[in-house]
């Protein structure tokens, strides 16, 4: 995960700090063939040079990115889970916990639903 070591240092709370690089090492380590790349300035995760998740952080949150694909197939899980969302990212309170098994659900569908793409981004 050294890849993410300048990223989390610019984070200034040690707690959300410590949050994201506790996510950040969850994907690592659980999807181990994703490769991990800071690009525009944020963390995230392609698959043969595909897009499958990024993260990036704001004062009261961190969000998460499985393109907007991603955001509509699990759109009332994490209405259910109690995040906000956009039409591109949905929102983890620094407070709130982190439902992994959401975030798992989310990665596998994109690995899988864009195993052929030859694109960064769906089209």
């Known amino acids: 995960m050294n890849i993410f070591t300048d990223y989390l240092a610019s984070i200034s709370d ?14 690592s380590r659980k999807f181990p063939g994703l490769e991990p790349k800071i690009a525009w300035n944020q963390p995230m995760f392609t698959d043969h040079g595909t897009f499958i998740i990024g993260f990036s952080t704001a ?28 039409s591109n990212i949905f929102r983890i309170r620094w407070e709130d916990s982190v439902d992994f098994l959401l975030l798992e659900r989310m990665i596998i569908y994109n690995i899988e639903e864009k195993a052929d793409y030859s694109t960064f981004w769906r089209k």
């Open 14 to 27: 040690d707690q959300h700090r410590a949050k994201l690089a506790d996510v950040l090492g969850w994907v």
């Open 59 to 86: 004062k009261l949150h961190f969000a998460i990115s499985p393109e907007k694909a991603g955001i509509e197939k699990f759109a009332e899980e994490i209405t259910n889970a109690g995040y906000s969302h956009t």
